[in-house]
């Protein structure tokens, strides 16, 4: 079985600040994948970035970047430089690659962030 | 480039009666899948179709059968909805893995309202 936690259910931050939303993850399996998703109020799902279990290095996207934290089974996201713009839901995600079943998701229960002026 | 579609976009149903969420993709994914969203609960997975051909139970699939009808279409049916079934249904697609990320590609929601 796989579970993600995400402990924070509303973050407020100011804007041009940055600011670290917590992931964390439970599975047997060693080969997995994390992923985080931005959701905006529209109520769209956007990939933003993808974390291998086996990846050397944190993931980065533009100012998105990934803390992954193997032993600790973190991955939190953080967002450089906030924008009005980043104020959405945001889901951490997780796939299991051996056990996997297709790219089968299971999912956190999400972060509210709201971006302040 | 309309990626995954679903339809409809808005339903009202009274308790007992039937319909058919519908999903199509023209990325030529292999995998597609349903999943609910509801507050405070985040994306729960329904069912989910690996390759044309199969199906599989996800974590809630209670009250809902699927369809994989070709490599582009998967069907979602709710035969007799009830009251709980009230919910945000997202289809979602994605390429088989191999050296990429496999990310899910969803389409834009459909919301029930069951009565």
């Known amino acids: 079985a796989q579970k993600i936690t995400q402990t924070q259910p509303g973050m407020f931050v100011q804007e041009k600040e940055a600011v670290t939303l917590d992931c964390t993850y439970d599975t047997s399996d060693p080969s997995y994948g994390l992923f985080w998703y931005k959701q905006p109020s529209s109520g769209e799902m956007i990939f933003l970035i993808y974390q291998g279990s086996y990846d050397q290095q944190n993931a980065t996207e533009g100012r998105y970047s990934l803390n992954f934290q193997k032993a600790r089974k973190s991955a939190n996201l953080v967002i450089s430089a906030s924008q009005l713009g980043d104020s959405a839901m945001y889901f951490c995600a997780m796939r299991n690659i051996l056990t996997g079943g297709g790219n089968k998701l299971t999912f956190g229960t999400g972060t509210q962030l709201k971006v302040e002026l | 480039n309309a990626g995954v579609t679903q339809t409809p976009k808005f339903q009202v149903l009274k308790t007992g009666q039937s319909m058919t969420l519908q999903c199509a993709q023209d990325?030529?994914?292999?995998?597609m899948y349903w999943y609910r969203q509801d507050p405070g609960m985040g994306l729960r997975l329904i069912y989910y179709?690996?390759?044309?051909?199969?199906?599989d139970k996800g974590e809630v699939p209670n009250g809902y059968n699927v369809s994989r009808l070709n490599k582009r279409e998967f069907s979602l049916r709710l035969e007799s909805a009830a009251p709980s079934q009230t919910s945000v249904y997202f289809c979602?697609?994605?390429?088989?893995?191999?050296?990429?990320?496999?990310?899910?590609?969803f389409g834009e929601g459909s919301r029930l309202t069951v009565l």
């Open positions: 990325m030529n994914h292999n995998s």
């Open positions: 979602a697609s994605s390429a088989r893995t191999g050296g990429i990320t496999g990310e899910l590609f």
């Open positions: 179709s690996a390759s044309e051909g199969t199906t």
